[in-house]
């Protein structure tokens, strides 16, 4: 594996790879990776010729400077853990990323605008505005994301559909513990205590799960039911949300839904969803 740090170098090893009609599969993380990430990159060596992963903490997307300095950054563990796996990881600075005078910002709407984009004013574009910049230096056939974080995957999705950018966005399912608490990077900040009570969060969504398939359909008392099983372990619930697959609000179940949970444990907020098809 190749570590890359320079925008223009990146460039100019994705730009032979496709003159020599290669598939590039590309990965974007935060690093702090887990088996979640590894899955998305081991979908992608089996599916491209060359694979890409890109760690970049993007300070565009935090919504608060503590949220962001105390981000997990173990780069060393990070190489060994996917050094089989990928071809080139690129470690760009950030002000590699955001040279001074940079000044371009991309905004997805009405998707971008409700639920994590309501809790956390800036945060898609900042997301989408990085991820538009690594997708035109990698310049992949195909991109992989996590179904973990729905919405996002939902916008990026949409911002290459309306930008016409020609890849594929592969959507991957949530990879889990044991306990069935969702793998995430800011996992490892949660205390043993509070890691436990985490594992309440699947079970919550999956009582959800459980009530639509046993002939509930009125979304308030499904999201009011959720919301008690979480208050024992939370001071703040965000939104629990029961929402059209492409996050329409609706009042009632009558098509396949997703639910999605955002919510503190301690002092870490955690997202987690659950989508019900019948
Ligand atoms: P992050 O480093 O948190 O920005 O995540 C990078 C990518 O990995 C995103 O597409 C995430 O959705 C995905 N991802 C994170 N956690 C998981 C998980 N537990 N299962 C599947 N994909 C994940």
Do not use: W
């Amino acid at each position: 594996m190749k570590v890359i740090t320079k925008t223009n170098r990146l460039q100019k090893i994705t730009q032979i790879a496709l003159l020599n009609k290669n598939t590039i599969g590309f990965i974007p993380t935060m690093g702090a990776l887990h088996e979640g990430h590894l899955t998305l990159i081991q979908q992608a060596q089996k599916e491209n010729n060359i694979v890409i992963v890109s760690i970049f903490v993007n300070p565009k997307q935090f919504n608060s400077i503590k949220d962001f300095n105390r981000y997990p950054q173990p780069i060393e563990q990070d190489k060994a853990l996917i050094r089989d796996y990928a071809d080139y990881l690129f470690y760009p600075s950030v002000e590699g990323m955001y040279p001074d005078g940079f000044q371009s910002s991309v905004h997805v709407g009405k998707l971008a605008e409700t639920l994590e984009g309501e809790h956390r004013p800036g945060h898609f574009d900042g997301m989408a505005t990085v991820v538009l910049k690594l997708l035109h230096m990698c310049v992949p056939t195909r991109t992989y994301f996590g179904l973990k974080d729905y919405q996002q995957y939902l916008i990026v999705k949409q911002m290459v559909k309306d930008l016409n950018l020609p890849i594929k966005i592969v959507g991957v399912p949530t990879i889990r513990e044991e306990s069935k608490l969702a793998l995430s990077s800011r996992n490892q900040l949660l205390s043993l205590h509070d890691k436990t009570s985490a594992a309440q969060i699947f079970s919550a969504l999956q009582n959800g799960k459980e009530l639509i398939m046993g002939g509930e359909r009125d979304v308030r008392t499904i999201e009011k039911t959720i919301k008690t099983k979480l208050e024992p372990i939370s001071k703040k619930i965000d939104y629990v949300a029961v929402r059209s697959l492409s996050l329409e609000a609706i009042t009632s179940v009558n098509q396949d839904v997703v639910i999605l949970v955002a919510l503190y444990v301690g002092d870490i907020r955690l997202i987690d969803n659950i989508i019900v098809r019948f």
